[in-house]
């Protein structure tokens, strides 16, 4: 299991006045822990993000903050709604000697003979599973070979997924977390074939063939009412 290192400051902007640290490139983020009351912190946002890009939830950070070494987790990454944009970060400080849960990725590798033969589409149904280990554990993925995969319906669940034996999968292990699909085809519409002797319904201002349009009758103003 790597670890992963960041440093952090003392901040007293709070509020509205943070914006004053994002346009330093400074992210305003927050430690909490079971027995550590809130630290209120900025780091490096272009530093948060290379590290967020490879320990992701699960991976274990010495966050050194005032020359004090704080192991912890990434809790959780509040963005911006339109522009997705990091806006804060919460950190979880953890005692590595108990056991935490999180949330680590399911990755899906080989390609399925099934999908060879073009006999169907794989189909993924979970992404990520629950599990229990200690921090310095937490794996940050957890990969699973779908390469023999042959037929359609056949699938792999949470049971096969191979982990260490200190990591606990906390998920419920019949889930399907992949399984090959049948092609859909979509039939088109068959034509409505009227019933024998159904008359066809006949747009208006059209007339059947052989018939003449009625007159149309037009009322002239008699020499009173002018």
């Not at 390609?111 to 599973?129: F, N």
């Amino acid at each position: 299991m790597s670890k992963y290192a960041l440093s952090g400051t003392i901040r007293t902007l709070l509020g509205k006045k943070v914006r004053q640290l994002r346009a330093k490139n400074l992210l305003p983020s927050t430690v909490y822990g079971k027995s550590t009351k809130p630290i209120t912190i900025a780091v490096s946002l272009s530093d948060f993000k290379k590290l967020y890009a490879q320990a992701g939830e699960t991976g274990l950070i010495e966050l050194t903050i005032d020359k004090h070494v704080h192991p912890v987790l990434i809790h959780t990454v509040q963005l911006h709604p339109v522009t997705r944009a990091i806006l804060h970060v919460e950190f979880h400080e953890v005692d590595l000697k108990e056991k935490v849960h999180a949330e680590v990725p399911v990755e899906c590798v080989g390609e399925p003979q099934a999908i060879k033969d073009r006999l169907g589409v794989l189909l993924t149904l979970i992404d990520h599973v629950e599990v229990e280990a200690l921090p310095a554990h937490l794996p940050e993925k957890i990969t699973i070979d779908i390469s023999h995969l042959t037929q359609v319906d056949e699938q792999v669940t949470v049971q096969n997924l191979v982990v260490p034996s200190d990591v606990t999968v906390l998920t419920d292990k019949t889930l399907i977390v992949a399984k090959i699909g049948a092609f859909v085809v979509e039939k088109e519409p068959e034509p409505v074939v009227p019933a024998e002797g159904a008359e066809t319904a006949i747009p208006e201002g059209e007339t059947k063939e052989g018939e003449e349009e009625a007159p149309t009758t037009q009322t002239k103003e008699s020499p009173q009412e002018k």
